[in-house]
């Protein structure tokens, strides 16, 4: 079969409107004034790895359910403009919003309206069929209409990945994510043992690399029974926004692990991205590019820190 996509990214299109605070938590005040202006621009996490992983050559395709309203038609203008093929399944609820709140030091907070989507958004089955068959990987948004599209993309035997994001291990919506694919992807910050959290997603589903993304103190990588931490990359510029960084990180892991490369080099490549990602406002939708993140991973190799057991 003829797979002219390397990477089918599910889910995760909508849009954002950015607001820079002075702080966060942000004490309450009956107005701010925001100097740096309040932008909405398209990009969630389904947008962003489709972004990252164009910029890196693979060949992507992002499908999900977008409304005809101002804010899909910002998502599909996007998708134009950065030449991602995009399937949009219409969404009478509207396209997916957020509001996020960026600190000085980077940090957000995200705002998610919920109205936007609904417990039986489905996508189609013959479409998710047909465009998962011509892939390579699959990635999985954790986003409503994806949770229902698991078992098709299970049966059709293509290799799956997902990010649960800010889990917590407990929460039952992530978990056939958590248990359907075979590279997981989650956040470090509000698990109490990533290490627990990352060997019972391996024990009770199929996933056979697991990495846990823990900001500055860079990542847990689970692969192969040994878990190892990936240190973090420093930025070449200064940290504006944490916004897409974990989006990033899994770009580049996939693309290296679609390159062939180990686990290791895979993450590296992760926390590389991770760490363009800080450096890049939120208010632009942009990704490193591939011969920049090889010459920087090239770097890092070549330096006396390196992957060490966790």
């Not at 409107?17 to 002075?22: D, F, G, H, K, L």
């Not at 998502?75 to 509001?99: F, M, S, Y």
């Not at 069929?129 to 059709?156: D, F, K, M, N, Y």
Request: proline share 8%; aromatic share 4%.
């Amino acid at each position: 079969m003829t797979r002219d996509t390397d990477v089918l990214v599910l889910g995760g299109a909508g849009v954002d409107t950015i607001v820079y605070v002075p702080e966060l938590p942000l004490p309450y005040a009956d107005s701010y004034m925001i100097d740096s202006g309040i932008r909405t621009r398209a990009g969630q996490t389904g947008d962003f790895v489709a972004l990252g992983l164009s910029a890196l050559g693979l060949r992507t395709h992002h499908l999900d359910m977008i409304g005809d309203d101002p804010e899909g038609e910002l998502v599909r203008a996007l998708h134009r403009d950065r030449d991602i093929p995009l399937t949009a399944v219409p969404q009478p609820a509207g396209t997916k919003r957020a509001v996020n709140l960026v600190a000085p030091d980077g940090r957000r907070l995200s705002l998610y309206d919920t109205s936007r989507s609904h417990t039986d958004d489905r996508l189609p089955e013959p479409v998710v069929r047909a465009l998962s068959a011509g892939s390579r990987h699959v990635h999985v948004s954790l986003t409503q209409p994806c949770a229902h599209a698991l078992p098709a993309l299970r049966e059709t035997g293509v290799p799956l990945s997902t990010d649960l994001h800010d889990w917590d291990g407990g929460n039952p919506y992530h978990e056939p994510f958590a248990h359907t694919a075979d590279v997981v992807f989650l956040s470090a910050a509000a698990l109490k043992d990533p290490e627990r959290t990352m060997r019972g997603i391996v024990e009770r589903g199929r996933a056979e690399v697991v990495v846990a993304t823990a900001g500055a103190e860079g990542a847990f990588l689970l692969a192969d029974g040994e878990l190892t931490r990936i240190p973090a990359v420093v930025p070449r510029a200064p940290v504006v926004d944490s916004n897409g960084a974990g989006d990033a990180f899994a770009a580049a892991f996939l693309f290296g692990r679609l390159s062939g490369e180990p686990p290791a080099r895979c993450a590296l490549y992760g926390a590389v991205a991770g760490a363009h990602a800080c450096t890049v406002p939120s208010t632009r939708a942009e990704a490193i590019g591939r011969a920049d993140l090889l010459a920087r991973a090239a770097e890092e190799e070549s330096a006396p820190t390196a992957a060490r057991p966790a």
